[in-house]
């Protein structure tokens, strides 16, 4: 059965870090670009960061760059977000997306995982 899960998600203070792990089964993500995408409460989906196939090229929303990591283990079959410096405004829903290359949504998504910025 092919499936693309996310875990990682929780409830973490403004500051924090939290590691997001994209893991595929029943298929290779190694031949894919792989992006990370983010809706919060009552905001429009937004792209938060993206890995190509390769991994030599990553791309990241303006709010996340030096704050954000993405990074891919091909061996793993897995894409990871490492975010650190956790804001309020971080809190949403995260979705890994093999996407049709950087810069697209389009693609197979995951489930997401819950990310919560609180005090």
């Known amino acids: 059965q092919e499936q693309l899960v996310e875990s990682g998600g929780g409830l973490v203070q403004p500051g924090g870090s939290l590691r997001l792990s994209c893991a595929a089964s029943g298929f290779s993500l190694a031949d894919r670009d792989v992006g990370w995408f983010r809706q919060g409460p009552g905001k429009e989906r937004e792209g938060v960061s993206c890995?190509?196939?390769?991994?030599?090229?990553?791309y990241y929303l303006d709010s996340a760059k030096g704050r954000f990591t993405i990074s891919r283990d091909n061996d793993k079959n897995a894409v990871y977000l490492q975010m650190t410096s956790l804001r309020p405004e971080d809190t949403a829903v995260y979705y890994c997306?093999?996407?049709w290359g950087c810069g697209s949504d389009s693609g197979y998504w995951g489930q997401g995982t819950q990310v919560t910025v609180s005090s």
């Open positions: 890995i190509t196939k390769s991994g030599v090229s990553t």
């Open positions: 997306v093999l996407v």
